[in-house]
């Protein structure tokens, strides 16, 4: 799979949110969701990229605990526990996402200090993870608030 392509679709999506988070679902090589932020515009704290990304999904194909098996979220940035826990309860087969939640701490962007990997590890389902893909240009739209 062509990581790079596929964040660089997810900064695209990040663009149109009120904070820089975009995330897409991939399947087979293919675009199935498009999501971004809107945690501000909605009032709803749970509005993240990701987290619009599997509602959007569920909505259309509807719910079970591997509903997203064999799909890849691609995210902007690491999930925060919120939308790590989500990707585990919907059953995504693998996360990737460019900046981490460290490097977002260090730009003073407010974050739940425990990581992606360490979530998927204590879920009943346990999700590849992948990160630092484009993590500079990620970043660059945190530098740009």
Known sequence: M???????EALIEAKKGDLPYGAVIVKDNEIIIRAYNTSQTDSDVSAH???????????????SLDALNGYTLYTTCEPCPMCAAACIWAGVSRIVFGA????????DTKQIDLSCQ???????????VIGGILADEC???????
């Open 2 to 8: 062509n990581h790079e392509k596929f964040i660089q």
């Open 118 to 128: 360490t979530v998927a590890e204590k879920g009943f389902q346990s999700p590849e």
């Open 49 to 63: 990229g990701e987290i619009n990304a599997l509602r959007a999904f569920t909505k259309q194909y509807g719910y």
């Open 100 to 107: 981490s939640i460290k490097q977002l701490i260090d730009l």
């Open 139 to 145: 970043l660059e739209l945190f530098r740009q608030l």
